[in-house]
């Protein structure tokens, strides 16, 4: 639908530009090459005829149909055939049958007459100063005013001579003539203005004659006519043969309210229509039922349903109109109803069926397979019709769907809806009425398509705007301080919003195209062009096509189709930094390693690649591209319209390149608390199938999988943050693996990744800074103040931030802290405080917040005090939640404490004795079994570690190393390494910390120095 620069006899001038070294020979091509895949005709949809019952006259052999500037046809009584009209060349108006198989077309000053039984034509031109009136038989009647008086003329022709007869018998000072109604074969009737009051007289062959008539609608019908006036539910009847008097009066109720057309009279009845109460699924033909009533007044009868109410009369008054079949399957006809030589009804009879139309293609776009055409019934309206196109083997094509009309209504006429563009993934984008404003039509969205911006553009034949994926780019005109100077605008197709506005130029709006999030713009020394990213403007790279202004610009990947000023055109490999020169073209596009182009009414293919040459493929009915003929630039087909209405889909029998990614919107970080993850990547071609895949960072173990099928554009995905399990995931960084094959199989598949930080997940253990995944420290200074010391993850195992939180002093003075999982439910950490008193509270600092003594917090309990240690390993229950181990001061007792969730303990639980002199230290799952282990070190300064079975008991312990009497605090901080796997940190009595990463399997690496200053914290946990 895109009307690309037209590029007229481009010329071989390339060695005169000075780039001739760099292009590569074409081989030679044929048409219909051998080896290439079949093209796709689909046929074209066949539509009702608009103008199946638009009436206009009946003759003695048949009868005219249709409507000005939208053509005519001729139907025989005799066999049913339909043969068109022609319109004389110099005539636009009207056609008129009047009682004879003549019919008079009329417009301007010289109306054309042809008989319709031999052929014959001839012109009747109209005498200056008069004016067209009305038709009988061959008769044109005119109407002259000359110095305030009016007169008729019976204008006929005799040989080659225009017969003019001035009609005697009107009164001096007769004014407004008119005819009325439609003239037969004998005559018409005209309406005058005489003194004060309105005269109606019967014009024939013979002269002028005064009726009785009264002013009004005048409807004919062989012997009798009847005749309604405004504002009356009154009719009447009258004889032709004596126009004196009416022969009948009837009221028909709702005349005047118009809930009732009058047709006319046949034999003895006056026939009429009411709408329908059924309804008709054809809206092109009025769907009213037809009745009658004796003209002498009686009951009303149903002679005909689904019938309009245009009609026509043959001269034995024989009554014409056409009907919508009961069978919505089955044509529309036109039939007869006549009556007998008792005057009475004949049944209806069918005179003929009124074929199907086919549509005229008046745009069209496809994109990865989408199928766009604008659709128009000849004279009637456009309509947008979406057909798929198969992605793979021989082309197949969809049942073809209907998004909307395409009118005023649409938000543009239909003359710039031919410019909407296919963005590439199931959108449409065009242009309001006079450049105002941007809409796009969504995927499986219907017209009126959503209206996203009220900009001004440039409004223009020729680039004035393009779009790919979620960008479009116009044209604009400047500010009035800067002379309205025209530059380029990137608009997000999303938000409507600018993303990028380019500087001001001069009248000669540099070559652009857009290619996903590329921008390419023609620069400032002549054959160079400038790459862009289209969010910023910021320059990725620049190449050099050759020493040309170029006029024309289109890019598809690695490949930059140029056209030169002077005609000269090619395509130019950004990557092997050659160009293949084209033959002569006029128009033309790029597809995927191959350019579509029209030369003499003739489209081509050209291989870029240099493997299958130059083809010809088809003669479209409309050369201009976007129009009558494009292709998908998609790795797809070329398609034209030929004047059949046919729409051919063409292999371009030229491998496509391997799938890629032209654009991507994949944020860094969700919070799954409050939305989910939902990346989206902008494909190069469709593809057939994907994965995308999900991991945690630090462990490496798949959180989530996803897969999909054909994917035409965009491929997308929603993660709420949970696993296949439905379980929230940990917070902290998780890796994205996007695998897919191309639907068509050529090229290399897609990979590509990236990471995702999660946040509003579950809490890791320990982490209480960031939501980061990381582990942290908690230290309290002899001042009250509590810090958390963020976990790092830079693979060391170090701490650094802080998150501070005081008032831990006096009553509030800590004696023991264990940093706990979630209690309150907020999938955040929380803190289990013990204070002087012996009492352990449950602190529920808010998420990444500081620790202070005001800090909301539930109670657990008191007599704490009785325990010298109090630490949490993790789960030792298996259960899912973290638990506390206790030992008793005066026994040596170690307890269990397990957690019921919400900071609730069950009783505690006697697990071992003897653990007097030992430094405890819950360390969260050492050995990776998903059990929280406990660390203690022994007054010898070994270190042991104690595994949970998850039955809530410690298996026996194994040593963990020696020497770790020399740090007077150990602290397992979870992982603060990002490995996945729980590390050590470790305070000598010089003050400095180390870091210990932990293995996995239960040991721990060489210690690595946090750094010194750190006896200034009274208490780690």
């Known amino acids: 639908m895109r009307r690309h620069t037209v590029v007229r006899s481009a010329v071989a001038v390339i060695a005169a530009l000075g780039i001739g070294a760099g292009f590569v020979p074409l081989t030679a091509g044929t048409a219909g090459a051998a080896g290439l895949p079949a093209a796709l005709v689909i046929p074209a949809e066949q539509n009702r005829n608009p103008n199946a019952t638009r009436l206009t006259g009946a003759g003695a052999t048949g009868y005219l149909w249709g409507v000005a500037g939208e053509g005519y046809n001729w139907t025989s009584y005799a066999d049913g055939s339909t043969r068109p009209v022609p319109v004389p060349p110099a005539v636009r108006g009207d056609a008129h049958v009047a009682g004879t198989d003549v019919v008079t077309f009329v417009g301007g000053v010289r109306p054309v007459q042809r008989d319709m039984r031999t052929g014959e034509e001839w012109t009747l031109p109209i005498p200056s100063g008069q004016r067209y009136g009305g038709v009988f038989g061959r008769t044109i009647v005119t109407i002259e005013t000359v110095d305030g008086q009016e007169a008729l003329h019976r204008l ?10 001035l009609v005697q018998g009107l009164p001096a000072g007769a004014t407004r003539l008119q005819v009325r109604g439609h003239g037969d074969a004998g005559g018409l009737f005209v309406e005058a203005r005489v003194g004060s009051g309105t005269v109606v007289y019967r014009l024939d062959a013979a ?7 009264l002013s009004g609608v005048v409807t004919g019908g062989g012997e009798q006519m009847v005749q309604q006036s405004a504002g ?6 009258w004889n032709m043969a004596d126009l004196s008097a009416p022969a009948h009066e009837l009221t028909l109720p709702g005349l005047s309210r118009r809930e009732v057309d009058v047709l006319g009279v046949v034999g003895r009845d006056v026939l009429f229509t009411r709408p329908s109460t059924t309804g008709s699924a054809d809206a092109s033909i009025a769907d009213d039922t037809v009745l009658a009533v004796p003209v002498t007044g009686g009951s009303e009868r149903v002679v005909l349903d689904r019938a309009a109410s245009l009609v026509a009369f043959e001269p034995d008054g024989t009554m ?7 069978d919505e399957s089955a044509l529309p006809a036109v039939y007869a109803i006549g009556a007998g030589a008792d005057g009475a009804l004949s049944t209806p009879s069918r005179v003929a069926e009124v074929a199907d139309i086919a549509t005229v293609v008046e745009g069209m776009s496809i994109a990865q397979g989408r199928l766009h055409t604008i659709d128009r019934v000849p004279f009637g309206t456009a309509r947008l019709r979406r057909t798929d196109v198969s992605l793979s083997g021989g082309p197949t094509a969809g049942p073809r769907s209907d998004r909307g009309l395409f009118n005023d209504y649409a938000g543009c006429d239909w003359d710039w809806c031919e410019d909407a563009l296919s963005t590439g993934d199931g959108r449409l984008a065009y242009q309001g009425i006079n450049g105002k404003g941007l809409s796009v039509l969504d995927e499986g969205a219907v017209l009126p398509a959503r209206k996203i911006n009220d900009d001004s553009t440039y409004q223009q034949p020729n680039d004035t705007m393009q779009a790919s994926g979620r960008y479009s780019v116009v044209r604009i005109p400047g500010p009035a301080s800067d002379d309205y100077s025209p530059r380029l605008r990137v608009i997000d197709l999303d938000t409507g919003r600018a993303v990028y506005t380019g500087p001001a130029q001069d009248q000669y709006m540099p070559a652009f195209t857009i290619n996903g999030a590329t921008l390419w713009v023609e620069g400032a020394t002549a054959g160079v062009v400038d790459a862009l990213d289209v969010r910023t403007g910021k320059a990725l790279r620049r190449v ?3 020493d040309c202004n170029i006029k024309d610009l289109r890019a598809n990947g690695s490949d930059l189709y140029w056209v030169c000023d002077n005609g000269a055109a090619g395509v130019y490999g950004t990557v092997t930094k050659k160009s293949v020169r084209l033959p002569a073209h006029r128009n033309a596009m790029l597809g995927d390693g191959y350019v579509g182009w029209e030369q003499g009414g003739v489209l081509s293919i050209t291989d870029v690649r240099g493997t299958t040459g130059t083809r010809t493929v088809g003669k479209p009915a409309n050369v201009e591209p976007g129009e009558g003929w494009t292709l998908d630039r998609f790795g797809g087909p070329l398609v034209y319209a030929d004047k059949d209405g046919n729409t051919h889909v063409v292999p371009s029998g030229v491998p496509t390149t391997g799938l890629s990614v032209l654009d991507k919107d994949v944020s860094a970080s969700v919070n799954a608390r409050s939305t989910s993850w939902s990346p989206r990547w902008w494909l190069s071609k469709p593809a057939g199938s994907w994965q995308l895949t999900l991991r945690s960072k630090a462990t490496g173990a798949t959180a989530r999988t996803f897969t999909g099928g054909e994917a035409r554009g965009l491929l997308s995905a929603t993660w709420d943050g949970k696993d296949t399990a439905g379980r929230l995931v940990a917070n902290g960084a998780y890796t994205w693996t996007l695998s897919a094959k191309s639907a068509d199989g050529q090229g290399a598949a897609l990979s590509t990744s990236g990471s995702v930080n999660v946040t509003g997940g579950t809490a890791v253990g320990r982490d209480f800074v960031g939501n980061d995944g990381f582990g942290d420290l908690l230290a309290f200074t002899s001042a009250g103040v509590a810090d958390f010391r963020g976990g790092t993850g830079n693979g060391t195992g170090t ?8 008032g831990w002093t006096g009553a509030n003075g800590v004696t023991a802290a264990v940093p706990f999982d979630d209690v309150s439910g907020d999938r955040c950490n929380d803190v289990l405080v013990r204070v002087k008193s012996g009492e352990l509270r449950a602190y529920k600092p808010s998420c990444g917040g500081a620790l202070k003594s005001t800090t909301a917090y539930t109670k657990v309990g008191s007599g704490w005090n009785v325990y010298d ?11 899912g939640r973290a638990d506390v181990i206790a030992r008793e001061t005066s026994t ?3 307890y269990l404490y397990e957690s019921k969730g919400a900071g609730v303990f069950k009783g505690r639980v006697k697990i071992g004795t003897g653990w007097k002199g030992y430094l405890l230290v819950g360390a969260g799952d050492l050995n990776g079994d998903g059990k929280g282990d406990l660390l203690a070190r022994d007054t010898a300064g070994v270190l042991w570690r104690y595994a949970g079975t998850g039955a809530g008991a410690l298996a026996t312990r194994v040593k963990a190393g020696g020497g770790w009497q020399v740090y007077n605090s150990l602290v397992g901080v979870g992982d603060t390494s990002g490995d996945g796997k729980a590390d050590l940190l470790a305070r000598d009595t010089a003050g400095v910390l180390w870091s210990y990463r932990g293995d996995g399997k239960g040991l721990f690496s060489t210690r690595v120095k946090v750094g010194g200053g750190w006896q200034m914290y009274s208490r780690l946990s």
Request: hydrophobic share 35%.
């Open 232 to 237: 009356s539910d009154v009719l009447r009847v």
């Open 156 to 165: 006929t022709r005799e040989g080659d001579q225009v017969v003019d007869d």
């Open 799 to 806: 701490v650094s931030s802080k998150v501070s939180g005081s």
């Open 892 to 894: 040596g007792y170690l």
């Open 869 to 879: 240690a109090l630490t949490s390993p993790g789960d030792l229950t298996g259960d």
């Open 320 to 326: 014409l109109l056409g009907r919508v079949p009961e």
């Open 544 to 546: 050099d096509v050759g």
């Open 207 to 213: 002269g002028l004659h005064p009726t009785a008539l």
